[in-house]
């Protein structure tokens, strides 16, 4: 199976950003500090998951 570098990026930031803002509702309010956390957690997962290549398949072609 081959997945993009894109995907798995886009796949990181979404976990990254749902986890982060799953914490910051727990108290029914999003803080402004929290919404930053937020959006530096999806930026950092994407910078870090586009960074890092895919292994190469071992599979013959």
Known sequence: MKISGMWKAVVSAVAAGAGSLSVAVT???V??????AAVL???AALG???AVPNKP???PR
């Open 27 to 29: 108290d029914d309010t």
């Open 31 to 36: 803080t402004a500090a929290e919404g930053w």
């Open 41 to 43: 957690a999806v930026l």
């Open 48 to 50: 870090f998951t586009w």
């Open 57 to 59: 398949s071992e599979e």
